[in-house]
């Protein structure tokens, strides 16, 4: 069964912090590649950061380099993107995502998932 469970989003103020969790099931969380993924008002959804879950290398968009830190908790089955220095065009929905797929160069890009969860909103007020 495939299942993803976000949380931890929330109202904050620019310059603040918060931790989204994903809770993935047993199965999923073995995919070769897990995400962070938004969806700002009127915008595409975009990759926010992504990492291989065989050797833990991770990847970020520009726009968050230095402030995001993807992570994941093997004995929980547990995805965590810790947001810092928030900014209001972080402003979105947060999706977690999971896919299988061979190159890198996808990492970021949300067509290449195939598991989704319903997301957690993120608000940021100047």
């Known amino acids: 069964q495939v299942q993803l469970v976000e949380s931890g989003g929330g109202s904050v103020q620019t310059g603040g912090s918060l931790r989204l969790s994903c809770v993935a099931s047993?199965?999923?969380?073995?995919?070769?590649?897990m995400g962070w993924f938004r969806q700002g008002p009127g915008k595409e959804r975009e990759g926010v950061a992504a990492?291989?879950?065989?050797?833990?290398?991770?990847y970020y968009a520009d726009s968050v380099k230095g402030r995001f830190t993807i992570s994941r908790d093997n004995a929980k089955n547990t995805l965590y993107l810790q947001m810092n220095s928030l900014q209001p065009e972080d402003t979105a929905m947060y999706y977690c995502?999971?896919?299988?797929?061979?190159?890198?160069?996808?990492?970021?890009?949300?067509?290449?998932?195939?598991?989704w969860g319903q997301g957690t909103q993120v608000t940021v007020s100047s």
């Open positions: 047993a199965n999923t969380f073995r995919r070769a590649y």
């Open positions: 990492i291989r879950s065989a050797v833990g290398s991770t």
């Open positions: 995502a999971a896919g299988d797929f061979l190159s890198a160069i996808q990492a970021l890009n949300p067509a290449r998932y195939m598991y």
